[in-house]
Nanobody
Framework: QLQLVESGGGLVQPGGSLRLSCVVS????????IGWFRQAPGKEREGVSC????????DYSDSVKGRFTISRDKFKNTVYLQMNSLKPEDTAVYYC???????????????????WGQGTQVTVSS
């Protein structure tokens, strides 16, 4: 049974950094495209970044491009989201999710992802 577990969230000051981890179990992580999503209170869930099953393709939302980096380590069955230069508007619950092996990673629409983790809170505040 495929499961995803996020970790690494927390409270950070504006301009700081965090690295989120998404550990995949039940299958080898390179069987799936993986996306990172976030949802702030009162807002819809939005795609932040996604990476293809091979790791060869990535995409980012305009709001995080140049600040966030997605990567995957197939030996650790883990996908990471390195978040730098954090802003208060990055505050949200962050989720990782899995999509099919052949998913084309473009725009990271949440409805293409079928299995979700429980989320980790990121709060950017002074």
């Amino acid at each position: 049974q495929l499961q995803l577990v996020e970790s690494g969230g927390g409270l950070v000051q504006p301009g700081g950094s965090l690295r989120l981890s998404c550990v995949v179990s039940g299958f080898t992580s390179d069987s799936f495209a993986i996306g990172w999503f976030r949802q702030a209170p009162g807002k819809e869930r939005e795609g932040v970044s996604c990476i293809s099953s091979s790791g060869g393709s990535t995409d980012y939302s305009d709001s995080v491009k140049g600040r966030f980096t997605i990567s995957r380590d197939k030996f650790k069955n883990t996908v990471y989201l390195q978040m730098n230069s954090l802003k208060p508007e990055d505050t949200a619950v962050y989720y990782c999710a899995a999509a099919g092996f052949n998913t084309v990673v473009r725009d990271c629409p949440p409805d293409e992802y079928h299995t979700w983790g429980q989320g980790t809170q990121v709060t950017v505040s002074s």
